[in-house]
């Protein structure tokens, strides 16, 4: 008699999960990057107040972080490391931007939706997917070699 355990797999819909991620997460580092004053003021809601800030550093960490994501889709359970390499980045984002331009912004609806919905939302798919690539790589290597 065998025993019925259920195989641990890698669904495709996680790729594309992975693959939404690391685009969303290059796409409003580009705007950060390349029009960052411009989408610095209209996040202050109060141009008046503005400070000179740089966004071009954020926006190229953040693109960095976005292509390696987008990459670790490709071959997700032999490259999880680009995972942690993109949970760790999506939280070096976020404190980046909550300790060096909160202070300057404010807090305020705009603000509130970048750090959450652009940042730490984008936390639980990857710590999701990083989980089930561990569970995925432990099952393989438990495979008998053949």
Request: proline share 5%.
């Amino acid at each position: 008699m065998e025993k019925n355990t259920l195989t641990p797999n890698f669904p495709m819909p996680m790729r594309g999960l992975l693959l939404l991620t690391g685009m969303y997460t290059f796409a409003w580092s580009a705007f950060f990057r390349y029009f960052g004053e411009d989408l610095l003021k209209w996040q202050a809601m109060n141009m008046e107040n503005m400070v000179d800030l740089s966004a071009t550093a954020l926006g190229s960490f953040g693109m960095l972080i976005g292509f390696l994501v987008f990459l670790s889709a490709f071959y997700p359970i032999s490259w999880n490391y680009l995972i942690v390499v993109g949970i760790v980045g999506k939280l070096t984002l976020a404190l980046w931007f909550v300790l060096l331009f909160i202070p300057e912004l404010g807090w305020n609806k705009r603000t509130i939706f970048h750090v959450v919905f652009t940042e730490l939302l984008w936390l639980i798919p990857l710590v999701t997917i990083y989980l089930r690539t561990i569970k995925v790589k432990a099952y393989i290597k438990s495979l008998p070699a053949d």
